[in-house]
């Protein structure tokens, strides 16, 4: 537990720094562009997203991967950098040629109004970068590099933040554009710099020597790019549904609870994951260590998130307020049902991290197939009905359904099953959710009184479940030392 949680504080700090920064720059963007320009940068961000998974043929992750297991190899270690670093420049290139073009020609179809030239030039320049900066960040990821993850992540943040700020004061567009590119070409200036200031090998392998190690990364990745693809896509289906039926500014606020949910507790699944994905990469063949790994990983992941989620339903119109502005109070409810959802979806990432250590390309495509057609089915019917809070049950459901999916593929897979003590974990963080829910909707002082009672019981509990953790793990450590 000491290096999950030294892990966890280097990269829980610096994704702080970038939660704090970015708030900063969704609110000026908030005040000054308002819901709809918080709209049309939520759907050319998804389009951007859309592009990196595509070009990136997800090497981001399954770089990862092969750089920790290359790491005792320093020949095949140099070649699995090289079909990194060279394959991520050829198709970040062409992936941002192909955005911008397509942007100029075809943009007018997603966006509102014409497609301005500016802006589709700075999705596919922000793509571009996005792709290159991803692979080198798989690299210093695989290389146990720590503190230069946590550097480029609060670099990139800054930049972006300042760069925003100033562009908002020439203009709304100049802002939007700021926002997509800014923070990707500074985080692609950092990783570049901690990269090629490694010491460099005497020779550096060839063409026939790295090919080899791209199929390999190409064979893994794509199957995680078709994964992400398909979230990608299926988020960008939402948002045009949104804005074409209900309007921009419905988009807005759909995006305002999204990037809430993603950010606050995204740092808590980026640092775990910095320490956790080499890790259980390295016990693939030893199955009873793996599925520790992943039930010890399930429970430290929920006692750290589940109380952010907790405190984060009980206050959501205030962090809305604060993060953008009064008039997005409308996205209160699906994000409350949002942060409910994302108990399920801490489950369901630590066991989907199983299936790709396993190299299961086909479970883990499953596992992401089940979310997203379950995120359409239930989320576009039932927001016609329901507004746009239908799209929050939608998303409790879709998690739901992700985490009995992955569950039973990774059972198949490994014999992975989840303790006892887990399950109550499991069970009383839903309870505690659901039970704050309800006081928070009731909307009366006794409700909040609920909501808040529930969020300090959870956080004192979590932090307690934390301590014991860790005492139980120095006492199995004093009594290894005595046995030696």
Known sequence: MKRILWATATVGLSSIMVVALGAVRYKFIAL???????????????????????????????????????????????????????ASSWFGGLGGLIV???????????????????????LGVALTAMVISGAQIALLN??????????????????????????????????????????????LACSSWFVFREPKAASLPTRSQWWPELRGLVTLGGVVMFGLLLTSGTQLAIRVWLEQGRGITAAGHFQAAWTITSMYLGFVLSALAVEYYPRISAQIQDLRSLN???????????????????????????????????????????????????????????????????????????????????????GIPIASQGGLAGLGVAYVGA???????????????????????????????LAGGALALWGMEADTPAGLIVGIVVAVVVSATALTGLFRMRATERQAENEGNVLV
Request: glycine content about 12%; charged content about 10%; aromatic content about 10%.
């Open 32 to 86: 000054e562009v308002g819901a709809p320009g918080v709209g049309l940068l939520g759907i050319l961000t998804s389009a951007a997203n859309f592009g990196v998974v595509l070009f990136s043929l997800g090497m981001n992750t399954s770089g990862i991967q092969a750089t920790a297991a290359a790491a005792a190899d320093p020949a095949k270690f140099q070649r699995v950098k090289s079909a990194l670093l060279i």
């Open 100 to 122: 911008v073009l397509l942007g100029l020609t075809l943009g007018g179809l997603l966006l509102p109004g014409d497609a301005d030239p500016a802006t589709m030039v700075a």
């Open 142 to 187: 695989g290389m146990g590099r720590v503190k230069s993850l946590a550097i480029c992540n609060t670099f990139g943040a800054l930049v972006g933040t300042v760069a925003t700020i100033g562009a908002l004061q020439i203009s709304g567009q100049a802002g939007v554009i700021a926002a997509l590119a800014a923070a990707p070409l500074a985080t």
């Open 292 to 378: 520790a790994s992943v039930d010890y990983q399930v429970r430290i992941a929920l006692l750290l998130g589940g109380p952010v989620l907790l405190w984060m339903i009980v206050f959501s119109p205030v962090v809305l307020h604060i993060l953008y502005a009064e008039d997005f109070q409308a996205a209160t409810g699906i994000l409350r049902l949002q942060l409910f959802g994302d108990i399920f979806k801490v489950v369901g990432w630590a066991v989907a991290f199983l299936l790709l250590a396993r190299k299961a390309r086909g479970a883990f495509f499953i596992g992401e197939l089940s979310f997203n057609v379950g995120y359409l089915a239930l």
């Open 399 to 429: 998690y739901a359904l992700y985490v009995l999916v992955v569950l039973v593929l990774a059972y198949r897979e490994t014999g992975f099953a989840l303790r006892r003590a887990t399950w109550l974990l499991i069970l009383a963080l």
